[in-house]
């Protein structure tokens, strides 16, 4: 939530969260940026992540020049963090997305440990913000 708080914070940026299970290709499709959440195991993605990311075969090509951008959840430092971010950050870069990268700090993407403290959620507001108005100069609209 505190991701798509600082996307939200970007004018013109329509934010809307959706629950893996929820997600159609079709929202994929629509969207001109993806962030994508997930929890680490075992240094990859969550296999409904990776079964969703699967079934995007279906629309290759569809996605090339959206922003793409991903942050994770873990259980410690050194679990695989900037792994399971990769392994998003492949999929997204097969589609020919934009991946959006910082190269103050966190450079793949965001990862925190368990929820997010009060530092942690200013880095994820700030990980939203920065996600979006790369998507906003990207797509040239005022509303993504």
């Not at 079964?51 to 569809?62: C, F, M, T, Y």
């Not at 996605?63 to 793409?68: R, Y």
């Not at 991903?70 to 998003?88: D, K, Q, R, V």
């Amino acid at each position: 939530m505190k991701v798509a708080d600082g996307a939200r914070e970007v004018e013109g940026i329509q934010c809307i969260i959706r629950k893996v299970d929820d997600a159609q290709l079709e929202d994929v499709i629509e969207a001109d940026g993806i962030i994508i959440g997930s929890p680490t195991y075992y240094g990859c993605m969550s296999d409904k992540i990776k079964a969703l990311l699967d079934r995007s075969v279906k629309i290759h090509g569809e996605l090339e020049d959206k922003v793409g951008a991903a942050f994770i959840s873990s259980g410690g430092t050194a679990t695989g963090a900037e792994t399971t971010i990769l392994s998003i950050l492949k999929a997204f870069l097969i589609h020919g997305m934009i991946i959006k990268g910082d190269h103050e700090g966190q450079h793949y993407g965001l990862a925190v440990v368990g929820a997010p403290d009060r530092e942690e959620g200013k880095l994820c507001r700030r990980f939203g913000t920065r996600v979006a108005e790369l998507v906003t100069r990207i797509s040239g609209k005022t509303e993504s």
